[in-house]
């Protein structure tokens, strides 16, 4: 039985409509006019204990629907969830001690109270063993860098600091599951890095299962094994992320600078992309020709002072595959 099972999920929201204007407003009040929008159609994967999945889609495509629903907070309106042999919005509370939630928009924390305290509670909430709590939250504490920030209300922490902190307040409990709803959304640089390297040390050193949503494609190439694109309310792939590269764009980049102008080259299998002064930039399909290959017929001919090879970048990719689905943004 896999740790997390989803099979078959619908969830369908009702917006009430308003007719644009001040007449609209209150002609809205009397009578009220619905419109459904199917935020997820027929969603189904599972997860086994210890993966680490990219979970992505565009905006709008279910994927903070579909983590709301796994943490107990929705309720499905048709379909079939279970983690950890639980349904998580029928057996709320047990579920809540089991996963971790981290809603990169939101704050769990108490915005007055000083980091400790708003740690403290949740210690009260989820009525961990005190003992066992001190030696946890001392370790996250250490992990995230957080020793300075302790004493400091939460309003008054940056971005980067909030973040790290509100990770740290997720797993106080020793959770087998972290939910990550874009946790690294409008953070520098290097915050970014100690988010993913402290997501990856906790999958793979603690096995705990991490599923993870984010726009940011160098997040997915950092961290996750296994990458579900949703889009249309559907899974539209679920496989690891360089299958999905060769299925939707296998294509390489030569990149040459030559000594003189660069000549108009016909070459089989590449295509010429960008020809400007002394560079030339080539795309090729590796299944048809290869780099090698390519660079032997090119220096044969001509003098040439720098080459090198680049793949699509990751964010190329995703985009041509929502492209190729019709899912941009929902
Ligand atoms: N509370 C709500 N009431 C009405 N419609 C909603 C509600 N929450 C989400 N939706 C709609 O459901 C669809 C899916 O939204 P959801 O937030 O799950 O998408 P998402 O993939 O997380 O998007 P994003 O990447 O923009 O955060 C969207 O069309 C959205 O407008």
Redesign the pocket.
Known sequence: MPQILVQDLA?T???AERDPGMLGAVRGLVRRRWRT?E??KDVSFSLERGELLGFI????????????ILSGILRPDGGRVEIEGLVPYADRIKHVARIGVVFGQRTQLWWDLPVIDGFDLLRDIYRVDPQRYKATRDELVAMLRLEKLLDQPVRQLSLGQRMRAEIAAALLHEPSILFL??PTIGLDAPSKLAVREFVKKLNQERGVTVLL?T?DMHDIEALAQRVIV?GH?QVLADSPFEALRANVLAERRLFVDFAGDAPALDLPGAEVRNRDGRSLELAFDPRVTSAPALIAAITARHAVEDIHVEQPAIEEVIAKFYDLHGAN??
């Open positions: 969830k929201y009702r917006v929008v935020a997820l889609g565009p905006n709008g495509a279910g994927k903070s629907t579909t983590i709301k709803d874009e949503t726009h949703i309310g943004e929902a």
